[in-house]
């Protein structure tokens, strides 16, 4: 699964119902037979666009709801995504690994998708970080549930209570990036990494990833809950805060208007399956 070069840079909810539609599609595939002659044993979630994996959550949506003091819009659009999260922490419900390949910036609910799947593979100057708490917000659609799991409460708590921004190589250092890739080369790093090892090592994985689930399950009704405390602390956030928020709103889309390619660029793109 891959963000086109001329994709929003957030997730939108057409990208969110793009995204639902692809994993009933691949469920389905794998219901009605049709991966047993060509196996699919990986699910990869990478981006074409330069510079940027993905900016997380759309700030547009949330900024007009909270305008409107419509907190049932921005439960409606919270309740997709953990959907989403959900169904990437329990691997689709499907004999595959999950890889987010990541490059450029990766930030808020971005990172918790990447979070959500079984494994990161990052290049060394990719950019993470959890910035919601700039408009006195925090990230609320699994980033509590994961960060803790994967790192520490302490450790959870401070990435997202700081704000701050972490390189491919700090996140590989604090574990929570599990291989890097070198820079602008995530794409065929990647595909080594897949390729290394063959069925034997795509079955240690896999079986890793389930014992991981195991270990540390997390529920859809703890991100429920949590996201649902994020919706009401949303509509609760200041004038200033939410002009901040819309300021970063222009900002999305000047980045949009950057990165997306001419129809030219668009027709020299390698094609891109993964997995």
């Known amino acids: 699964m891959i963000y086109g070069a001329e994709a929003p840079v957030c997730y939108t909810p057409h990208t969110l119902s793009e ?5 009933h599609a691949l469920q389905a595939m794998f219901a009605i037979g049709l991966t047993a002659r060509t196996p699919i044993r990986y699910l990869v979630i990478a981006s074409n666009k330069p510079g940027v994996f993905n900016l997380g959550g759309d700030l547009s949506v949330f900024s007009a709801a909270i305008r409107a003091h419509n907190i049932d819009l921005l439960r409606r659009y919270a309740h997709t995504c953990v959907d989403l999260i959900d169904s990437l922490v329990r691997g689709l ?4 690994v999950t890889v987010s390949a990541v490059h450029g910036q990766c930030l808020g ?3 918790e998708a990447a979070l959500a799947t079984d494994f990161i593979i990052a290049e060394e100057n990719a950019r993470f970080a959890m910035p919601e708490i700039a408009f006195n917000t925090f990230p609320g659609m699994g980033a509590v549930s994961l960060l803790t799991r994967k790192l520490g409460a302490a450790l959870a708590r401070k990435i997202i209570s700081e704000g701050r921004v972490y390189s491919g190589r700090e996140m590989y250092d604090l574990e929570a990036v599990d291989f ?5 080369d995530i794409r065929s790093a990647t ?3 897949i390729l290394k090892g063959g069925k034997i090592a795509w079955a240690r994985r896999r079986t890793l990833a389930e014992a991981r689930r195991r270990t540390s399950p997390v529920t ?3 991100l429920m809950r949590i996201t649902d405390l994020w919706a009401e602390c949303s509509t609760r956030i200041s004038d200033a805060d939410l002009r901040h928020m819309e300021r970063l709103v222009r900002a999305q889309s000047r980045l949009l208007n950057a990165t997306t390619p001419t129809k030219q660029d668009d027709c020299d793109r390698p094609a891109s ?3």
């Open 180 to 184: 890097l890739a070198p820079q602008d």
């Open 109 to 111: 609910g971005a990172f």
């Open 19 to 23: 995204m639902s539609r692809f994993r």
């Open 191 to 193: 595909l080594a990494w």
């Open 273 to 275: 399956l993964e997995g």
């Open 220 to 222: 859809r009704e703890e």
């Open 93 to 96: 419900d499907l004999p595959i």
